[in-house]
């Protein structure tokens, strides 16, 4: 819908959303404004509670995209986020943190908002409801076989999203749609449909939050979950992060000693060996290995780290 609509069909509009969970007046806290700050602080940490149990509720449709996005991946695959509004601000977000959480390019896993940039930070009128938008978007970004879109919206039905999703499954991407309400336009649209229904917000029709708490933990999910399957993870630890701050160095340098229980001083010298590289590091010290040889072996192994310290500690 854009602002030429007419009346009716933005009756018919408002009609459905009173149909929607998240759209409709919670009976908890029905006079919110008369609430202490105390009460208020109370009421939002109670709200949230209910999104780990709806986004777990969908573990087996998360974990069918989880499957997706990785076999895409191990295609040489990108991950795309499309959405508008908060649901686009989530997409943008996560996407902006895996550079240098796992050391990867920033073309790998990316974020578009309707309305393009500007939409960061300031609303973009009626551009969510450009469905032409989403799918040159789309195109823009030329997604292909290999490719993963995960298109996100709260109410289910936004046009740039669904234009997106559609012009993705021409292109023969794999797709996703993340709502927060059951039986969305957009589920209908994706090959996986990811509804974590997470009822009435707060402050009605506020979508930035429960509704933003549960994309950002079913996008932390589906982009952290992949990363562990390309090998940027060793147990527990992050071994691929870019060190782009002294915070970063320092974290670089107690990764390396939590894996190996060497003193500060020989994490840092391995470290300083094989450029920063915190798996390579880890593997020159469990193996006793040159700098070179680790890197190298690394690189040999598609930068799985376990599979280069079976390899080094077992030949």
Known sequence: ?????????????????????????????????????????HAMIESERAVADAVAAQSAQITAALAGIVDGMARGGRLIYMGAGTAGRMGILDASEAPPTFG???????????????????AVENA????????KDVDGLELGPNDTLVGISASGRTPYVVGALNRARERGSFTVAHSCNPNSAIGAAA?????????????????RLKSGSAQKL????????AMVRAGKVYRNLMVDLRATN????ARSERTVILATAVEP???????????GWVKAAILAIEAGIPAATAVATLEGNGGYLRAAIRETTTN
């Not at 001083?265 to 450029?275: P, V």
């Open 246 to 249: 002294e915070k970063l160095r």
């Open 128 to 135: 969510e409801d450009d469905a032409d938008s989403g799918a």
């Open 1 to 41: 819908m854009d602002s030429s609509n007419s009346p009716e069909d933005r009756e018919q509009l408002r009609d459905f959303l009173g149909t929607l969970p998240t759209e409709t007046v919670g009976e908890r806290y029905p006079d919110l404004d008369l609430l202490t700050d105390a009460e208020l602080v």
């Open 191 to 207: 090959h996986i449909a990811i509804e974590t229904e997470v009822g009435p917000e707060l402050l009605t029709g506020s979508t």
């Open 104 to 122: 990867i390019s920033g073309d790998l896993i990316v974020g578009r908002i309707a309305g393009g940039e500007t939409a960061i930070h300031t």
């Open 218 to 225: 079913v996008l932390n999910t589906l982009s952290t979950g």
């Open 265 to 275: 001083a020989i994490a840092a010298a391995s470290l300083e060996a094989t450029g």
